[in-house]
């Protein structure tokens, strides 16, 4: 079984509303990520937790707070967006393991108004 | 700068003919690879990862990897219309402790009927 799960699969906010994202795995993977995609480009990486702990924030503006609340779950709060932060957000998982394949959920598309 | 590049085509290729996507990257030091297949709209879903110089096949997909050149591959043979897709290049640097993997920008592939 290689499935990620992700909700909500669409969410529209306003600038100065505050929701999660939220992200589950059952693989029994360490590392989760995060990665936000905007059309016709390749993701880009945000957050890494490893083990439950933050290992790599891709300087990622404090609009956006990651929480590992346990070795199955990653949450994304969101708070005064702006509209160019719109776009699909992605959750991963794989093996802390080097190397290891990393796993994609279905994506939260967000769109900012 | 750690670079992933891949030709954005698009890429057209009859129905039951062979399709090459290709990818080069900048770090020598990477060890993992990986092709993501993304249709519109939806997320990246793995279709194949190699770690060691040489060929991989799984069903019609073959991998290849050649460290030597950085450069790897991704062959479909006898191509579908459900291929048509865009295909991510992927490769894996370990930082801090964890995975984190670049992109390349993609390579869009339409199969024609």
């Known amino acids: 079984d290689t499935e990620v799960t992700q909700t909500p699969k669409h969410l529209v906010m306003g600038m100065t509303n505050k929701k999660s994202l939220k992200c589950e795995q059952h693989m029994g993977h360490r590392a989760m990520y995060w990665y936000k995609q905007k059309a016709k480009k390749p993701p880009e990486l945000m957050f890494v937790?490893?083990?439950?702990?933050?290992?790599i924030n891709e300087s990622v503006p404090s609009r956006f707070s990651p929480e590992c609340p346990n070795s199955s779950l990653l949450n994304l709060h969101l708070h005064a967006l702006q509209p160019e932060d719109s776009a699909l957000y992605l959750c991963a998982s794989s093996q802390a393991q080097t190397g290891r394949e990393q796993y994609f959920g279905p994506g939260t598309r967000l769109t900012v108004t | 700068q750690k670079e992933v590049e891949q030709n954005s085509g698009p890429l057209s290729v009859p129905e039951g003919a062979i399709a090459s996507l290709n990818c080069t990257y900048s770090?020598?030091?990477?060890?993992?690879f990986f092709w993501y297949r993304q249709y519109s709209g939806k997320s990246p879903e793995l279709i194949m990862f190699?770690?060691?110089?040489g060929d991989k096949e799984d069903g019609r997909f073959t991998a290849q990897l050649n460290k030597a050149s950085q450069y790897v591959s991704l062959l479909i043979r006898d191509s579908q219309p459900s291929d048509s897709a865009t295909y991510l290049c992927a490769v894996n640097n370990r930082v801090a402790g964890a995975n984190n993997l670049f992109f390349g920008t993609g390579t869009r592939l339409t199969v024609i009927p």
């Open positions: 770090d020598r030091g990477s060890q993992s």
């Open positions: 937790y490893s083990y439950e702990k933050l290992s």
């Open positions: 190699i770690y060691s110089n």
